[in-house]
């Protein structure tokens, strides 16, 4: 399998994990985040969005959206589970993920981190304040639990871990949250686990 | 069941067009678009996200997030692919849906149809200049295709026809689009289709 990847997505880092710890070899074929210019026809016939992630199968059959690719590589696998239920609930966490949490908490590390400014003040204290209710939310689902979903490790926290962990790099301060510190702690030491910068 | 509902919702629209189609009774509870403060009170403990779409089962568990609604009403049935990687491709086109087409073509019909104004004309060009990029991709997966996902109607059309067909609310001309246009009526076409105003 080759992998369309970013060494600095928590998206493409997210795939690079569960790779890592299903024990998958894969190639890596870095592409810029910053000049999308090559991505037309590069991504173009195998991801719509033209995002990076975008898994290559061996057969030439592309996939994108980084928590779709987790579903096909995970299910089947310990990291799915099998309960009707709570895979629904593993896909309520990733919807939530990618609508309220990552453009938020992803765009204002993007601009901090790599940028080294957001556009406008404005612009940054509203990614941040829709950023603080997305961790809000998380934190309320971890008080009490090990792990989101059915007691157990999964795609879901793999998924929320991604931005989660570097949610610092965007200005946000996870001193507040003690059940997402505690689960962050409990997803870093999972058999296989890689970091972001590997 | 009980779905927390809105009417103008297209995300609320995905799930009364499945349970329609499938033949399942449930209430409708009607929540405000604009003024969100009673949410928390109603919709805290069953979706983290706070919003509509949230479907309460008979034993009180409460289940957010349209596209895993459609995922949980729909697995095991004909609206659901079996092929593990048809399912995939309906998770990434959900995803997608979710990340690049509802933020830019759902908003600016908001403003537009809604509230009757984009809050400036900087921020509603933004929208749709992202909002074609997603119809753009949509229509390039329609190119020679009957449905997104294996040649049948799926959950995948559900989730991408309930903003796209209203996409003239929010300022975008579908006539550019001919791949969408015959899909948007075979969609309706579909046994058991209700609008979204039913």
Known sequence: MLLYDSAVSGNCYK???LLAQLGIPYERQELSVTDRSARPAILGGLNPALRVPTLVLDDGRGLGESDAILWWLGDGTAFVPTDPWERAKVLQWMFFE????????AVARFWLHMLGAAPSQEALAEKQRLGYLALDALEGGLVGREFL????????????YAYTHVAGEGGFDLGRYPAISGWLARVTAQPGHVTIDV
């Not at 990618?98 to 908490?105: A, R, V």
């Not at 979903?149 to 929320?160: E, K, N, Q, T, W």
């Open 15 to 17: 795939v690079r994990l």
């Open 98 to 105: 990618q609508y309220n949490h990552e453009p938020n908490i």
């Open 149 to 160: 979903v059915g007691g157990r490790y999964s795609i879901a926290d793999i998924a929320l």
